[in-house]
Structure formats: C-alpha cells, structure tokens
C-alpha cells in the first residue's frame, strides 16, 4: 500500500491552492478590465510591468489559438485564467488518489501545463514584450506540481515493482 507522504500532501495543497488563487485573481482582473478599460490591478506596475494588459490580450483567451479555429465568441474561447481554475481543481481531486493511472494523469496534465507555461512565456517576453508577476507566478507552480507529480509516479511505480 502507498502512503502519501506529508511533504506532497502540504506541497500540492499549497501549490494548487495558490495557483487557484492566482487563477481567480487573474479572471478578475480581466472581468474588471472588460467592464472599466480604466481599472488598475495591483499588479500593474507599468507599462511593461502589466499583468492586465497580458490578461487582455488575444493570448488570454483560449491561449490565443482557439479564435483561429472557433468564433472569438465561442464557449470553447475561455480566458486562460478559467483553464487554471479547472486544471488546479484537477489536480487537487486527482492528487487525493495514489492509483497508478491518477499518478500517470497528473503527470500528463502537468507536462501539458508547462508546455502551455513555456509557450505563453515566450508570448510573454517576445511577443507581449511585458513581465507578468501573475502569470511567472502560475508558470513556477507549474513547474513545481510537475516535480511533485513525477516524484509521486515514481513512489508508486516504486511500489509497484517490490510488491509484484
């Protein structure tokens, strides 16, 4: 039997709780700004220091490639923010699980979250030309529930193989 140890239970609570946060404070910021062009976040520092002005963009939206594929206006054309909700209470839900396939999906769905991560910082950085405390903020927990998810992959396959 696989116990989960208390440094990933306190770890994934803490990263997805504060990727959740990030994630809702994201989607106001964007709902403010639709509604009032004038609204300033507390994370607008300046004109390249704009966690609005990334949050607005075309690439905050269904990562700026759904619109190519279905209407701007489509339900499928989510802002990005709405995406990390979903995906941090994924990975929470699935992180209550120590089966084998759960482990192999929140491995899966964080190599996608960090691929996602790394596309939309090369927007960032190269396209936007911005620097979004938020949005660096979401890319390194990112990062750290990938480590927490292979680490577990790898105490269950672990497992696994001195059991059988």
Known sequence: MVKMPT??????IFLCVFGLFLSVYALHVELS?????DYR????LGESVSCSKVFTSRWGRG???VQFFLATDSLLNQPNSVLGIIFYTLQMGLGLSLSKKAAMS????????VAGSLYLAFILAFVLGDFCMVCVSTYIVNFALLFTNIKRQRAIEGVKEKAG
């Open 106 to 113: 929140l491995v899966f769905f964080s190599w996608a979250s």
């Open 63 to 65: 990562f700026g490639l």
């Open 41 to 44: 976040a507390m994370c607008d």
């Open 33 to 37: 700004r639709e509604k009032n062009p």
């Open 7 to 12: 440094w990933e239970r306190k770890a994934r």
